[in-house]
């Protein structure tokens, strides 16, 4: 019993070198694939079946998160564009900006067209702009602008535009001449070594005399004259010298034969203050003026020319037939306005009733016969009737030239029994010579009277 007690551990030992050996062999013979799956020594000692290989643990991996894309719409291509590369679809375009700006592009002038000679500093250079733009669809208006930007009144010595102005006209020979000043002059005079503060009494006897020579020269050359008046600024003392400035241009352009065009209230708000923004040529408020508060924008500019476009257009005179001449193809033709002789035969038309038959284009009622046909060679309408004939109009029943409003032929009555007028307190005839026989005896008068007294008025029927 103790031997077999010993032997125990004996073979158990035995048994694990055995195990190993085998192991060992398998591993030698099995293919790589099988040696990364054999069983361990534990496993085979202890557990696991004859044969079976003991399968590793599964990575189990979370599922990938599914990356969200934002959708971005393709801009849609019309069908003419699907098939065109990208060179031809930028030639297209290019194309149709050029043909939109041939659209817009300006008439030719006239041979007899007549120009406009635009001078002044650079709020001239705005109005010029403006102004070019305005005229461009009218082919008898031509604008010529000469405009020195720094220039002024006041620095005779970097442009003298008294002694400037008649060669600017010979060259241009303008029918008008627009002038626009005064943004650069509020500044001192400089004149022979001394200066002359701002509208001082000498800088204002000096500054005066500068604006009339101007004026002077524009009607020597021939031009008329058209004064624009200064704009207001965003600074309040600039916009008092603008104020003084006005009155000055206004008396010179007026006694030189001109016009004066006064543009301050386009450019303020309802109580007279500067505004930047204001309404437009279509009404709709825009930015008139920059943030310097000076100068124009386009739209300033469009509405600068709009003051000044109608009075130039009426200094030049042109007629209608050159306006029409300038308007669209939708507008009314002279061709189709009435002519003198259709004016002075035509007749009033009365209202027409419900019940006349004229109303649904008859000319008689059911039944009756036709209308009597006018004499070939006359002319029956009351013009006619009245003028060559010396015939009046035939009065209308109701009407205030009816004068027979009571039917009846004469004022007094012939009859008394049966006229229903007796009865309204008239007499007859009869009756008057009756009365006037026996008022020639004075006897009977009292008779008469009595007579007269008892007579009662017979019973109506």
């Known amino acids: 019993m103790a031997d077999e007690t010993r032997a125990r551990p004996a073979r158990a030992l035995l048994s694990a070198v055995l ?90 002038k006239s041979e007899t067209a007549r120009t406009v000679l635009v001078i002044g500093d650079f709020m001239a250079g705005s109005l010029a702009k403006g102004l070019e733009e305005a005229v461009s669809q009218n082919r008898e208006i031509r604008v010529v602008s000469k405009v020195d930007g720094s220039s002024g009144l006041v620095r005779d010595d970097h442009f003298d535009w008294p002694a400037e102005i008649g060669q600017a006209i010979a060259d241009s020979k303008p029918a008008v001449v627009v002038v626009m000043l005064g943004a650069n002059d509020r500044q001192a005079i400089r004149e022979a070594g001394t200066s002359l503060g701002l509208r001082t009494t000498e800088w204002s006897e000096r500054y005066d005399a500068r604006v009339e020579a101007l004026a002077a020269a524009v009607r020597a050359g021939g031009a008329t004259l058209v004064w624009v008046g200064a704009l207001p600024f965003g600074i309040d003392r600039a916009n008092e010298d603008m104020v003084y400035f006005n009155d000055l241009y206004r008396t010179a352009a ?168 007796v009865f309204r307190g008239s007499t007859t005839l009869d009756e008057l010579r009756r009365q006037a026989k026996d008022a020639a005896a004075p006897e009977a008068a009292d008779a008469a009277d009595a007579a007269a007294r008892n007579l009662s008025p017979p019973t109506a029927p």
């Open 19 to 108: 195990a190993c050996a085998l192991l060992a062999g398998q591993a030698a013979h099995a293919p790589p694939a099988e040696a990364q799956q054999r069983r361990g020594l534990l496993d085979m000692l202890f557990g696991g079946g004859r044969g079976e290989a003991r399968q590793p643990p599964q990575r189990v991996d979370p599922p990938p998160q599914r990356r969200q894309v934002k959708k971005v719409r393709k801009p849609r291509r019309d069908a003419g564009s699907a098939g065109r590369s990208r060179s031809d679809r930028t030639a297209a375009a290019a194309g149709a900006a050029a043909g939109a700006a041939a659209v817009a592009a300006p008439v030719e």
């Open 254 to 421: 007026l006694k030189a034969g001109g016009e004066f065009v006064d543009v301050w209230g386009g450019f303020t708000d309802a109580n007279g203050a500067f505004t930047a923004s204001g309404p437009d040529m279509t009404g709709q408020t825009a930015r008139l003026r920059n943030s310097d508060g000076i100068t124009l924008t386009g739209a300033g500019q469009d509405k600068l020319a709009y003051f000044v476009e109608k009075p130039v257009t009426r200094v030049l005179g042109l007629s209608v037939d050159d306006l029409v001449a300038s308007l669209g193809a939708q507008q009314l033709s002279a061709d189709d306005l009435p002519s003198v002789d259709d004016l002075a035969s035509t007749t009033s038309t009365p209202p027409v009733s419900f019940s006349d038959p004229s109303l649904d284009g008859g000319d008689r009622l059911l039944g009756g016969g036709p209308a009597p046909a006018a004499a070939s060679g006359t002319d029956a309408s009351p013009r006619a009737r009245l003028v060559v004939a010396g015939a009046p109009h035939d009065p209308t029943e109701g009407r205030a030239d009816h004068f027979n409003w009571t039917g009846r032929a004469g004022a007094v009555s012939p009859t008394t029994r049966d006229n229903a007028i």
